[in-house]
C-alpha cells in the first residue's frame, strides 16, 4: 500500500470530513469528563500545500480553495475555516518549493499548511482529552510525530489501523470516538470496515464510530449500509455529498459519513452545512446531498 494523503490534502471530501468532524468533537466536550479518539488510518496530520505531491494534481484547489474566504459561511464551517487559518499562521511549511509553486500565485485563499484530522482533533479536544493515532506506514508515522512531538495528549502507534479497534477500545475514559478512514486500495476493504464496527460495538456501545468512504463506482458501499441496518445498532446515520457527474468508475463524485452513535444536534449541523457546501463546492447541475437514517 503506497496511499499518501499529500496528493490530496484539502479536497473536497477532506472539507467535508472534517467540518464534520469538528463537530462531533465539540459535542463530546459539552461534558466536563474527559474523552479519548482513536484514528485507525491517521495519516501524516499535517500537509504542505507548497511541496509538488499536493500540486501535482492540486486538488485543494477543488475543495479548500473555494471556500477559505466565505464571509457567509454556516457556523460550524465558519469555525472549520478558523482553526485551518490559525494553523496556517502558527506553522511553517517543512520545506521550501520553488516561487513557482506558490499556491497564493493563482490562488490567493489557499493556505501554505493543512491540518489533517489529527492536528483538526487536537485543535479542539481540551488539555485532559486523550489522542490514539494509528499509522501503519513508518515514513509517514514518523511525520506525524514529528508534527505532534510536543503534544503530550497524542501517541502515535505504527500499526495495522483495522487490529486497532481491538486493541484500543474501549478507552478508559469510557467516552470518545473513533475515525475509520482508510485508503480504499485493498480488497475486501468493507467487510474490514464492517468487522471493526462490530467488534467496536460490541465492546463500546456508547461510542462514536465514524467512518468516511469514498462514492466512485456505483454502489460500492451500499452493502456495507445494508449490514449497518441490519445490525439494529442503537443509531446509525450515514451523510453524502455528490459534487460532480460521473466520468468512469474510477472517478471521485463525492463521498460520505457514515456514524454509529452520532451525538445530539448532529443532524441540524448536516442541514446547516451540505446545502452550503454543495452550493459552493459542486459542479453546476452535479450537485446534491444526503441524510439517512439507518438505524
Known sequence: MNYRHI???????????HILLIDIIRSLCRKEK??????????AG????QA??????????????KIMGATDAPEPVARYLK????????????????????PSEHHPDAPRCYPGSPALVAAVARKNDRLILVEKQPAVAAELRRGLKRDTRAVVHEMDGYNAVKAFVPPTEARGMVL???PYEQEGEYEKIYQSLEIGMRRWRQGTFCVWYPIKEP?????????????RWSEACRVEIRVRPAV????LVGCGLLVVNPPWGFSDTVKSVCPWLINRLAHPGSGRWSLERLS
Not at 474527559?34 to 495519516?43: E, I, N, Q, R
Not at 482553526?83 to 506558490?102: G, H, K, M, Q
Not at 454502489?219 to 445490525?231: I, K, P, Q, T
Open 52 to 65: 509538488p505531491e499536493a500540486r501535482k494534481k492540486s486538488e485543494f484547489v477543488g475543495g479548500l480553495a
Open 248 to 251: 468512469d468508475v474510477k472517478s
Open 180 to 182: 475509520i478512514d482508510p
Open 34 to 43: 474527559p474523552f479519548a479518539v482513536l484514528d485507525t488510518h491517521a495519516g
Open 219 to 231: 454502489g460500492a458501499h451500499e452493502a456495507l449500509m445494508d449490514r449497518v441496518r441490519e445490525s
Open 46 to 49: 499535517i500537509y504542505d500545500l
Open 7 to 17: 496528493y490530496h490534502a484539502g479536497n473536497f471530501g477532506d472539507v467535508f470530513k
Open 83 to 102: 482553526i485551518v487559518r490559525d494553523f496556517d499562521t502558527s506553522e511553517t511549511p517543512r520545506r521550501n518549493s520553488p516561487a513557482s509553486l506558490d
